[in-house]
């Protein structure tokens, strides 16, 4: 069958929507059913997936523990660190935890049917994992017909509550308001979703690496940057279409491969999560100028001011390509404590080795030449470095020449 005609079966079976009509029902405390001999639940139950029951639906649950070997133990403590640090900056920085514990870090991802927001999209299997300091916990959530979904939003609800910080990749812009349209359309029947903290890793990957690598996909970051090799992997893109074919054949085994998939997704998101905090706090020395001065930048937008003089600082030293920019930024930071002298050597550097930042820089050192120095003769000789064409490109440069040059005169 081709991809196309998969794709066509898949949307005629899913677009029926489970009716809401039970709205007074008060959700019954789920339990786990024991005993159900069907094909079905042998096949899941060969995959390590137990039935759940809730109101009269059921659903099929997870659990597979990773513990920590001689090689990995550092990874809870790691993360203690990292989360012990957010505890005393009060910093509502996107990497923040928010004085959380590493038990209560949710690594999550969804695997849906479809890639867009529509109506007709559903989330069928909910993964997550957590750490302790014996090891990784998974918990994958498997939606075994759409007619259950109640009973698959409930195991998941059953399991997560306001403590828990979700840590994701594009789960912001995706998954979670995924998870938030199915829970709104079934809300008078299942439990409140709580309301939890949620730190995006994709936006982070992009600070540090948008310029250095071809795509900021899970999969490039992971091979690039974790140094992770999927072999015979199934790409999440097959999601859909291996749901679909599940749904007609009634075939658990057709979906193995999205579910180990999306198990090594949520594993990955724990050591990405460790790297670029890392990096991010500089606890780690192996960054490059590029990195620092993307950590510096951002730390800046969100006044930890300290950190970023630390990264931008590093970036200058390297005297890379990033040196300038980095020197520029940095020069604007001093300026902002008063400490004018570092201010301009820094604009100078830029101005020497800068390029395409010359002429900011130039500008730069005119005004504090001018209002911190008041030496505006050597503002005019500073301003007078850029070309003609710089000067007919913006009025506003013409008009403080003209000024500068009736304070020397007065001067």
Known sequence: MTMKA???RMATHLQTEPS????????????????TDSPLSKGFADMGFFPFSFEGEYSYRRKTVYPFSVHDQNVYNELSQLTDFWKHDKSAHPL???GRIPEELLFFDTE????????????????YARVNQEGIEVTQH??????HETAFLAGFLDEISDKDYIVSYNGKSFDWPQVKSRHAFLQKMLPVLPVTGHIDLLHAARRFWKDELPSCRLSVVEEEKLGIERIDDVPGRMAP???????FDQNPALLEGIITHNDQDVRSLITLFTMISKRFLYKDQNLTPDEHFAAGKWSSEWKMNRLALQHLQRAVDSGSNTAARAALMLSGMYKKQGNFEESVELLKYTIEHGDEYVSKAVVELSKIFEHQMKQPCEALRCLDRLGKDTFMQDASLVKRRERLLLKCESH
């Open 6 to 8: 998969r794709l066509k």
């Open 20 to 35: 809401a009509e039970r709205s007074g029902v008060k959700p019954a405390e789920s339990r786990e059913v024991e005993g």
């Open 96 to 98: 923040s935890t928010a």
């Open 112 to 127: 849906t049917t479809g890639l867009s927001h529509g109506a007709g999209n559903r989330i069928f299997l909910i993964c």
């Open 142 to 147: 498997l939606l075994m017909d759409p007619g």
């Open 241 to 247: 279409v291996l749901y679909q074919e599940y749904l």
